[in-house]
């Protein structure tokens, strides 16, 4: 199936948000503010935590907190009321067109 150009830009911007989101979850092991609790898991920030860390994944973290996720919910919202007005306008031509026959 061929995307139109329209959408194409779309398709782009959600597969950087997605490598993103695969980034943003792979880096939270070596975030300075990481902690593993073995005696009560649910207290822990992740899964697996290293003792290797760097303060760079923490601005990246949080840019990331701030930003995919809004992005993510608008590209989502904006396509969906991108596709529901065009079926709106194709649906106000067929109209049109009948009312003309």
Not at 21 to 38: E, N, P
Request: aromatic fraction near 14%; charge should be positive; proline fraction near 0%.
């Amino acid at each position: 199936m061929a995307t139109s150009n329209k959408t194409l830009w779309i398709n782009y911007l959600r597969s950087i948000i997605t490598v993103m989101v695969v980034a943003h979850h792979a880096s939270l092991a070596y975030t300075t503010f990481a902690r593993f609790d073995k005696e009560i898991y649910i207290n822990s920030t992740n899964a697996i935590v290293d003792h290797k860390r760097w303060v760079g994944l923490d601005v990246f973290q949080n840019f990331n907190d701030v930003f995919f996720m809004s992005l993510m919910f608008l590209i989502t919202f904006a396509a969906t009321m991108l596709l529901s007005w065009l079926a709106s306008a194709l649906l106000r031509n067929i109209k049109v067109i009948r009312t003309y026959l």
